[in-house]
């Protein structure tokens, strides 16, 4: 008589090898790629999905952007160790400088994003240069200032157009492609950061946050690494506010608000931090609550605090570690 007995769905691929995947069937294969596709096709489909409520389908957009720059801060947080508290950095110095090159260089939109993403990546690290030697909470607490010295300056100088901010800009030339311009880049960093980490760059990384003396008395320059990883959190940073000022034609102070830094740190500590795909997934549930609650007044802030308090007490790990480790927990029926 044939015997049955349940085995973990996953037990089969980790015996066979450690990091590199021996696959032997289809249904190991999509077991393994499944959750990556579902995602990704969901994430595309959404523009389709809203096409009747274009309000959302802004909203959409603005998931996203967050999006980028929660992952920012993820990376930078649980993979380097530098607790950055200045995502509003980055999006502003991003918007101010597509604003520039569009509106006062008449830069096309195609040429203006990559370029203040790439000058805006490198501004921001040559600001945070001198604060890299610092850990923990004063490294933090020189990001937090960052965006208020910034905003500061502008309004005081009365200069990049003041309180009132850089008109103008160029808009994009098509629905579709305002909103696959913040939807594809936000997965291809997403994916190419994941890959990133994983490399051996990634094993240094994460040596400069478990024990930087180590890495220096290896030989490595510390301070260059992190360098390397500001840089590249700049680049999520400073494209998703380009990103921002060209969806509202406009660059102002709001690109400097502390909405840019608080809510990418909520949407980590809810959807998981060191995942990556956890912010994300924190971004599109913090983002489209924030606009419920609109209609809920000064209750707004009241309901976001216990939601936020609720998810953090009950489920402190995370959502996307939490949804991993019940994955990973299917079983079959196989033959003894």
Known sequence: MEQLR?????????????????????????????????????????????EAAPYWKRVVNVMCAYALVAISFDFLSNFVGLVCLGGALFTGVGGYFTA??????????????????????????????????????????ITLMYPLLFSRIIEALNVLGGTNGITGIESFPDPYIEHYAIILPMLFFLFATRRFVNEDIGLVFRGVKDNDQAVRASGINVTLIKVYAVFIASLMGCFSGAYIAHMYMWAGLSLFALDFSVIPIASTVIGGGGTLIGPVIGSFILVPLSEILRAAGTLRIVIYCVVLTLFIILKSEGLMIYLQRKYHQFERWVKV
Not at 112 to 132: D, M, N, Q, R, Y
């Open 6 to 50: 349940k085995e973990r769905v996953d037990r089969s691929l980790k015996v066979r090898t450690e990091g590199l995947y021996a696959i032997s069937s289809i249904e190991e294969i999509l077991y393994l790629i499944g959750p990556r596709l579902l995602f990704v096709a969901g994430i595309l489909l959404l523009p389709l999905i809203f």
């Open 100 to 141: 520039i090159y569009n509106r006062y260089f008449s830069f096309p939109i195609y040429l203006s994003i990559p370029l203040a993403t790439l000058s805006g990546a490198l501004f921001c690290t040559l600001v945070l240069l001198p604060a890299l030697p610092l850990r923990g909470v004063y490294f933090a607490i």
